[in-house]
């Protein structure tokens, strides 16, 4: 009888997290989060490139 619960949990827990996963507003989230991080991470990269050749014009 316990496992019996334990699995029922399990499996609507697992539908819960399925039928949000495609739910419009969390994916909306998601992109938009996933935009903010490549903004960050292309500030990023040129941040480094600028420094990597300022020290290299420095010690050259």
């Not at 996933?34 to 990023?44: E, N, S, V």
């Amino acid at each position: 009888m316990r496992n019996t619960i334990i699995i029922v949990g399990a499996v609507a827990l697992g539908a819960y997290a399925l039928g949000r996963w495609n739910d419009p507003e969390v994916r909306k989230e998601r992109e938009r989060q996933a935009k903010q991080l490549a903004k960050k991470y292309t500030r990023t990269t040129k941040d480094l490139e600028k420094k990597s050749k300022k020290l290299k014009k420095k010690f050259s």
